[in-house]
């Protein structure tokens, strides 16, 4: 084959590209094993951990594990003793899981399109949404019930409110604390204030929530009220976003298999693991929490454990 200068001078770009895209931090990730563990839960007899979607710590310290396998809502200690299942048979596919200052438990679930309260021995607390009914709304007649499709998270502001990513729809939607309908935003697409499935919502300390528009690759801030703030770009895909410490949020990016720290301005700090199945390797990581020592818990779906790494 014959290069002309042309075509060396293209495949000289090709090259240049390839090298920068191999090395992007976000394509590689920082892996160091030496920084990473597995947490092994002391499960009962011939039960086995699904893929894991949420985990959260208690107040007291104990973890919450929402998994999809058979036993989907477990507690377990600190040390990783089986305390306790509840919500037995509420669940298909678990997705986002909260705890509220008070210690209550809060889960979604993408296809019986429910989002529970419950007191930390399974009691429900509040329903929002109606079992297998997905819908954008039923407001008319004075039933005043709203409708949600596959929700993926829940948080609270400063004030008790609830706050719903309602993902199928493409909106959030806020309730009062008694579950009543105060208001909705957003519909599908990419300019600010609409969603391509918003996946996670957080709440900062001056009542700002933080969404993962997962599919866009940003996350998107707004007002209590819903009124846009301003948006971070190029952090990946956002799924599962947390509090790291005072000034970092951190968040899986299941795509690249990365944990991502963010500072105050929205800038990458660090990249952490890659995707695998080996230690600091993470397959499809969704489920996310930080305990008081700073040392993160990683869920994965596709690996079906939970790492964790400082």
């Not at 998994?67 to 509840?86: A, T, V």
């Not at 709203?146 to 829940?154: I, T």
């Not at 930080?290 to 079906?304: A, F, I, R, S, T």
Request: proline fraction near 4%; include cysteine.
């Amino acid at each position: 084959m014959c290069f002309t200068k042309t075509n060396m001078q293209t495949l000289a770009a090709l090259l240049i590209i390839l090298i920068a895209f191999i090395a992007a931090p976000g394509h590689a990730g920082i892996v160091d094993a030496s920084r990473t563990g597995f947490v092994s839960l002391q499960l009962p007899d011939n039960w086995y951990m699904g893929e894991v979607a949420g985990l959260e710590f208690l107040p007291s310290g104990d973890l919450v594990v929402f998994n999809r396998g058979l036993h989907p809502l477990l507690i377990f200690s600190k040390q990783g003793q089986f305390k306790r299942e509840i919500g037995q048979g509420l669940f298909r596919v678990p997705h986002g899981l909260f705890v509220d200052p008070q210690g209550a438990i809060w889960t979604t679930d993408q296809e019986t399109h429910q989002v529970l309260k419950m007191d930390q021995q399974g009691q429900i607390l509040l329903i929002l949404g109606r079992r297998d009914s997905p819908g954008s709304g039923w407001f008319d007649n004075g039933y005043q019930l709203n409708l949600l499709n596959a929700p993926s998270d829940v948080a609270l502001d400063s004030q008790g409110n609830i706050y719903v990513a309602d993902g199928g729809n493409f909106r959030i939607v806020k309730f009062s604390p008694e579950g009543n309908l105060l208001s909705s935003w957003g519909s599908k697409g990419e300019a600010t204030g609409q969603f391509n499935f918003p996946h996670s919502l957080l709440f900062d300390e001056q009542d700002q929530l933080y969404v993962t528009d997962r599919q866009n690759g940003r996350i998107q801030i707004f007002t209590t009220d819903g009124q846009f703030i301003k948006q971070w770009q190029d952090i990946g895909y956002p799924y599962e976003l947390e509090r790291f410490d005072a000034n970092t949020l951190i968040l899986t990016d299941a795509r690249s298999g990365e944990i991502n720290k963010i500072g105050p301005d929205g800038q990458v700090l660090e990249r952490f693991g890659r995707w695998g199945k080996g230690a600091s390797e993470f397959g499809f990581p969704h489920g996310l929490t930080v305990d008081k020592q700073g040392v993160v818990y990683v869920g994965e779906l596709l690996n079906w454990r939970i790492q964790t790494f400082k």
